[in-house]
Nanobody
């Protein structure tokens, strides 16, 4: 089992930036992903990154604004969020997956963090 701890959420105005971090411990992991869940909505994929960082994937809504990266020496994954919009408001979750493929569905990930709130005001 892996333990994941997110940080970096907060309240920002539209157009500003935030950087989320996810510190992992407990076992070797492969793919890492960021998901988000807004009130009354299902949890949705935001971005994913392979073990080496060579392969990344983004949902269309964040392409060109968000960047996922990882530092394996620190066992940490990041999500740089630029040009934030009110519709980005959600609880953001970090997730870990044992596979080598960057999956985009929540059920492919077997470990989850507790989430961090991101609120973007207009």
């Amino acid at each position: 089992q892996v333990q994941l701890v997110e940080s970096g959420g907060g309240l920002v105005q539209a157009g500003n930036s935030l950087k989320l971090s996810c510190a992992a411990s407990g076992r070797t992991f492969s793919t890492m992903g960021w998901f988000r869940q807004a009130p009354g909505k299902e949890r949705e994929f935001v971005a994913g990154i392979s073990r080496t960082g060579i392969s990344t994937s983004y949902t269309d809504a964040v392409k060109g604004r968000f960047t996922i990266s990882r530092d394996n020496a620190k066992n940490t994954v990041y999500l740089q969020m630029n040009s934030l919009k009110p519709e980005d408001t959600a609880v953001y979750y970090c997730a870990a997956d044992r596979s080598i493929v960057v999956h985009t569905t929540p059920d492919a990930y077997d470990s989850w963090g507790q989430g961090t709130q991101v609120t973007v005001s207009s």
